[in-house]
């Protein structure tokens, strides 16, 4: 679950934008924006290094506190912007919070246990969801949603929304029948339907060869009256 103790991070003001911005990055510093309602967006940098202690720690559902020459504002972190090849953090966007007032965010899915159609049963676990977007008070925002696969015992068993327990720290906004993780049967085909359609196969190429050879018959055939007639002349 989340927790009331909101994690600091130092923020200074940044004049640098664009492409100059490479020069931040080159000293150890990560562009950022800090905005919400009720302020003008602040340009801002933050340290590479006490970001990625911050994220570590915080991920996207705990509250930073960002400290900007003394002022102080609760936020949280709405979006990250990865280098698609070094996988470096390129920019940040803070969302400032009220912390009396209900938020929507999107909180991790965590499986834990084990399924006996998994692991007995040759099943596949299948999960479709991610994230569950929920409401909550920006300090009872859980760091995850726990789902216990265990009751998964048998292929075809599903766990839904509707399944999972509910929260007094928080209220699930997704739809009810939404499946979250499933079981389903392996796809791989058993090795006697690989048999069956080997011999499909070599008998349908038995058939194409028979028919090449017909038509070689035919030609021949059909050449012989003309043979004939021009020896009859």
């Known amino acids: ?41 602040l340009s801002v940098s933050v340290s590479e290094k006490d970001f990625s202690l911050v994220f570590k720690k915080a991920g996207e559902t705990s509250i930073i506190e960002c400290e900007i020459e003394g002022q102080k504002v609760p936020t949280l972190i709405s979006d990250i912007a990865i280098h698609p090849v070094l996988d470096t953090v390129l920019h940040v966007d803070f969302r400032k919070v009220n912390l009396k007032k209900k938020v929507t965010v999107e909180v991790p899915v965590e499986l834990i246990g084990e399924s006996f159609a998994v692991k007995s049963a040759g099943g596949v676990l299948l999960q479709q969801m991610d994230e569950i977007e929920i409401e909550a008070l920006p300090q009872s925002i859980p760091a995850n949603i726990q789902i216990d696969i265990s009751v998964l015992s048998e292929i075809g068993k599903e766990i839904k929304i509707k399944d999972i327990a509910k929260s007094e720290s928080y209220v699930i906004l997704e739809d009810d029948e939404r ?35 017909t038509e070689g018959e035919e030609a021949t055939t059909s050449a012989k009256p003309e043979a004939t007639e021009k020896a009859a002349k």
Do not use: D, F, W
Request: with cysteine; glycine share 10%.
């Open 179 to 213: 499946v979250v993780v499933s079981v389903i049967a392996h796809k791989e085909e058993s090795t006697e339907t690989q048999v069956e359609r080997t011999e499909v196969e070599i008998t349908t190429e038995k058939k194409e060869g028979e028919g090449e050879e």
């Open 1 to 41: 679950m989340g927790t009331n103790e909101m994690i600091k991070l130092i923020c200074e003001t940044r004049t640098l934008i664009g492409k100059q911005n490479k020069a931040l990055r080159k000293n150890g510093k990560i562009p950022a924006v800090i905005y919400g309602e009720g302020m003008t967006p």
